[in-house]
């Protein structure tokens, strides 16, 4: 189902995106998984904003962008090396990866 659900926001045509945002509530409704269900009830109610993606598929990510930086000034604040703060921005824009620790044998 999740996969499914991805694969609605690639949809550009609006009417489109609303029968298929249907279709998926029905299917999730017709589960058996309760928090999926209780998800596409209230996802249901937002239909519009959801198909409207397919119109403008805008995302909030510059917003988060904006307030890294934010953080990263606060955290900077009484340092007096520009560069510091900057090469902290950019350490801060480095994509994050996940280090799995060793498992105990």
């Known amino acids: 189902m999740k996969g499914e ?5 690639a949809i550009t045509d609006y009417q489109k995106a609303v029968e298929r ?18 998800f596409a009830k ?9 198909a409207n993606h397919a119109k403008c598929p805008i995302n909030t990510s510059r917003l988060e962008g904006y307030n890294m ?3 990263a000034k606060r955290n900077a604040y009484g ?18 990866y996940d280090l799995a620790s060793p498992k105990n044998t």
């Open 5 to 9: 659900m991805n694969k609605l926001y």
């Open 21 to 38: 945002w249907k279709r998926w509530f029905k299917a999730a409704k017709a589960s058996v998984i309760p928090a999926l269900v209780r």
């Open 42 to 50: 209230l996802k249901e109610k937002r239909i519009d904003g959801l």
């Open 69 to 71: 930086i934010k953080v």
């Open 79 to 96: 340092y007096k090396n520009d560069r510091y703060f900057f090469t902290l921005i950019r350490y801060l824009s480095l994509p994050a």
